[in-house]
């Protein structure tokens, strides 16, 4: 029997137990061993929780205990999450998590660390919930020079825009909606403002690179200023607009961007609707590879952190070596790629020629005073300097082929 412990009782953390419950003789059968949950770390007590008399207040108990072979972290947060997860692996306990803020800032410093110590730190979990994309990169498609990852891989603000797109509504009130639905916290600026998709994204770039991919470095838009106008441009185009994390290659580094694209009926984006996340790969050997499912719950994002204690379960002695070093990747300037841009402006179309050259008008019903149209591809730094051109601006977006 293998004993493990879970760090956090929130909402993956009794996600977790549920699934190594429900599953056990499945799991057992994978793993070649029964894996058994003897700690649970947490402020609280749980008295109305059969779990109560698993629960420990001190991480302390599980780093010291030489029964615990495996430790699961879903707590969040860097702070105190990452000195837990350090003390685990320095007692030789393998390692999963699902906290997507402590990978993208500690992954290369902890994946060393558990190196050193011949076990595992595993972080399936932290990109895009239940989708598989971290194990497929580190063991499927290691063949392959990634030249392209595209992802959808935020649910809170996917749901957002297709509700926005579906019902019309404006972007307070679908905000409300995600809110009270449990899709968007009370503090939603991380998912709104793109700064979760923006570590998602890091945390693979630093995989296919093999160095530490800064998220702090990564240019970020959110999607706080889609408007409802916004959507019904968009349907007149035939397009929807998404929240995109990209990653491409260029020469020896990678650009790397987190922005709102109007998508076209053919991308292989275009239909991943609601909380549903799909992860776009393109590889100079296996071409494109899709990942899609359900990117964020309870029980989807757990089954990726069982997924890692079977790995760990069938590897118990040995170290699955994942590339990823402490050396820092200077990404590449992400505004050397060429975009179309949408465009809306307070401004007559004989203005917008004379700004941008070549332009595609755009009209949406019910919508005055203003023009939209889609420019030429140009460089980011083009498009800003033809910009300035033109007073009265007041949204672009840029226009997927």
Not at 329 to 342: E, G, I, P, S, W
Not at 357 to 380: C, R, S, W, Y
Request: aromatic share 8%.
């Amino acid at each position: 029997m293998i004993k493990a412990a879970v760090m956090g009782y929130g909402t993956i953390g009794s996600g977790v137990v549920e699934v190594l419950s429900r599953n056990r003789e499945t799991i057992a059968k994978r793993a070649g061993d029964v894996i058994e949950v003897k700690y649970v770390l947490d402020l609280r007590d749980f008295k109305d929780d059969p779990i109560q008399k698993k629960i420990v207040h001190d991480y302390r108990m599980i780093a010291d205990d030489p029964e615990i072979a495996i430790v699961v972290e879903t707590m969040g947060g860097v702070e105190p999450a990452y000195t837990f997860v350090k003390a685990m692996l320095t007692a030789g306990k393998h390692v999963t998590t699902s906290n997507k803020a402590l990978v993208a800032e500690k992954g290369a410093e902890l994946i060393a660390l558990a190196r050193q110590k011949k076990v595992n730190f595993m972080f399936e979990a932290s990109v895009g919930g239940g989708i598989p994309i971290i194990r497929p990169l580190n063991a499927c498609l290691t063949g392959d020079v990634m030249e392209e990852i595209t992802g959808i891989v935020n649910g809170t603000t996917n749901y957002m825009m297709t509700e926005m797109t579906e019902k019309g509504v404006d972007f307070d009130e679908v905000l409300k909606d995600a809110q009270n639905r449990g899709y968007a916290e009370k503090d939603p600026t991380a998912d709104i403002e793109g700064y979760d998709a923006g570590r998602k994204i890091a945390i693979l770039t630093s995989l296919v690179c093999g160095k530490q991919t800064d998220f702090e470095d990564v240019y970020t838009e959110g999607i706080s200023h889609i408007t409802a106008a916004d959507i019904r441009y968009a349907k007149e185009m035939g397009r929807a607009i998404k929240l995109l994390a990209t990653s491409r290659r260029v020469k020896t580094s990678y650009a790397v961007m987190v922005a709102p694209f109007l998508l076209p009926k053919t991308h292989p984006l275009y239909s991943v609707n609601g909380v549903f996340n799909a992860i776009f790969v393109r590889g100079n050997v296996s071409g494109d590879v899709m990942f899609y499912g359900s990117g964020a719950g309870k029980l989807p994002t757990a089954g990726a952190v069982v997924s890692d204690i079977v790995e760990m379960a069938k590897h118990i002695d040995k170290n699955i070596r994942v590339e990823w070093s402490p050396e820092k990747l200077a990404l590449a300037d992400y505004t050397c790629f060429k975009n179309r841009f949408f465009v809306r402006a307070k401004a007559d179309k004989a203005n917008a020629v004379e700004a941008f050259g070549g332009i595609t008008a755009v009209e949406a019903e019910g919508i005055d005073g203003e023009i939209g149209f889609i420019t030429e591809k140009m460089t980011e730094a083009e498009f800003e300097k033809r910009a300035a051109l033109l007073p009265g601006i007041i949204q672009k977006i840029r226009v997927a082929d």
